[in-house]
């Protein structure tokens, strides 16, 4: 009696070591629907009417949001540091209108134009000094 005691002590000594000596592996990936958008993007202009310009906007994650993302020079303020903020739907990511810190006021959208997401379409309009632009932008992630 003795001996089977011992064999099924040390079977689950041994079974509890393993378990323990194990390292949990994570299958998890990231679900986050931001990813795709976070990265440098260079934005080039199509204005209705003068010739569009060629500019770099940084997306980042909101650290205070999980649906939506901060774009460090949207419009082309000349700075990261003044930027907007935007929420990311299902199908696209879309900048509400308002006001930037050098009183810029700014909306605008954009949609994926390819399957490998690495170029975005986009209609943004710009309210700066009482003047209204509207433009179609083309973003290409560097």
Known sequence: MKTIFRFFLTVAVLTILLIAACEPVDNSTSNDPRDPYIGEWQFIESPKSTEGQSYIVNITKDPDNSSQVILGNFGNPGS???SAKGIVTSSQLVVSSQQMSNNWIVDGSGKFSNSNKS??????SITAGGNKDTYTATATKQ
Do not use: A, H, Y
Not at 119 to 124: E, F, I, R, V
């Open 80 to 82: 990261n540091d003044i």
């Open 119 to 124: 170029t975005m379409d986009w209609t943004l």
